[in-house]
């Protein structure tokens, strides 16, 4: 069983900045078995979307739509990965979720959490 734990969003102007964290609580494999962690996030009356992935050689992956604004990091041995947002847009404004990868950016686990709502607007 898995359990995510999204914290860090909230209120930003354009322009601005956020850093969001997740924990991962892993019941029967650590944090070393999973091989990509990836950010996803979903805006209201869209599909929820892969926007930055990393794997556990930190070789990171982003959507075209962040690329050279987001940054993915992972934390082997806190179990926590973290997406640093910079440049921020009002069409970032999404709820955020974090999740293992599979290959084909589909989520692994179905089980998500909470995640975290941030908003861009002035």
């Known amino acids: 069983q898995v359990q995510f734990v999204e914290s860090g969003g909230g209120l930003v102007q354009p322009g601005g900045s956020l850093r969001l964290s997740c924990t991962i609580s892993?019941?029967?494999?650590?944090?070393?078995?999973?091989?990509?962690m990836g950010w996803y996030r979903q805006a209201p009356g869209k599909q929820r979307e892969l926007v930055a992935m990393i794997t556990k050689g930190s070789v990171r992956n982003y959507a075209d739509s962040v690329k050279g604004r987001f940054t993915i990091s992972r934390d082997n041995a806190e179990n926590a990965v973290d997406l640093q947002m910079t440049s921020l847009k009002p069409e970032d404004t999404a709820v955020y979720y974090c999740?293992?990868?599979?290959?084909?950016?589909?989520?692994?686990?179905?089980?998500w959490g909470q995640g975290t709502q941030v908003t861009v607007s002035s």
């Open positions: 892993l019941s029967t494999v650590g944090m070393l078995s999973i091989h990509r």
């Open positions: 999740n293992a990868v599979n290959v084909d950016q589909t989520p692994i686990f179905t089980s």
